[in-house]
């Protein structure tokens, strides 16, 4: 299932839930994934997928890294289809819930997925939605340190401002800027997608690594300057 959240010039939409077991279809590592348009614009967007053949360049497509989501220490949220585990080793327990906040909303996404890697982790994704910013919180609840990669899919139309300290652009009269964690770079392994099957296009990726634990969140943002 899927929910969005329209407020002011934004509109967010995400996964409401994913609950993971080792059943082979084509469901896609997309739980923690959300797609942002603003003014009616695609900022952050879907990878979609070209095609189900193995052998395609755009086969992988269905990977949390070719959406708006996460790794923690390489792996994602759910494993990989392969039958080597007791069946209990691929159940994830994913919820969701929206909030209306004084400023605008607040949407908490939480997965047990990465609890596989550290039982303690107990992953949350924040997303605080006002009038001029979108901040994306992502939360271990462990205090050991775990490497984090953050994956952001932007649009092609989009213009960035050539400057290498800060990633900045235009939607229609509205100026963005994408405030990083880290240091984000482009990621060109990536940058493929598809709005129709059987057909690619190009997209500008976003890609940090950084480490995660519980006292040391990692924020990103999208403001309205």
Do not use: C
Not at 78 to 105: L, M, Q, W
Not at 115 to 140: G, P, V
Not at 196 to 221: A, D, E, M, W
């Amino acid at each position: 299932m899927w929910d969005k959240v329209i407020f002011s010039n934004w509109e967010i939409i995400y996964r409401t839930s994913n609950s993971y077991v080792n059943i082979e279809n084509h469901e896609h590592q997309d739980y923690l994934h959300f797609i942002v348009n603003y003014l009616g614009y695609p900022v952050l967007v879907d990878s979609g997928l070209a095609s189900y053949m193995k052998d395609h360049m755009h086969a992988n497509a269905r990977n949390a890294e070719y959406h708006n989501s996460i790794l923690i220490d390489g792996h994602p949220y759910s494993p990989t289809k392969e039958k080597i585990f007791p069946d209990e080793y691929y159940v994830t327990h994913n919820s969701s819930a929206k909030t209306k906040t004084k400023t605008g909303y607040k949407v908490i996404l939480k997965t047990s997925g990465f609890n596989r890697i550290d039982s303690a982790i107990n992953f949350e994704r924040h997303l605080i939605i006002d009038d001029k910013s979108l901040i994306i919180i992502d939360n271990s609840k462990s205090v050991l340190d775990h490497k984090i990669e953050n994956f952001f899919h932007f649009d092609n139309n989009l213009r960035f401002l050539n400057n290498p300290r800060f990633f900045k652009f235009n939607v229609n009269d509205s100026m963005i800027e994408f405030v990083n964690h880290g240091d984000e770079l482009l990621n060109s392994s990536l940058n493929i997608y598809s709005k129709k099957y059987g057909h690619t296009q190009r997209k500008k990726v976003l890609n940090s690594i950084n480490i995660i634990n519980s006292s040391n969140p990692i924020i990103h943002k999208l403001n309205i300057t």
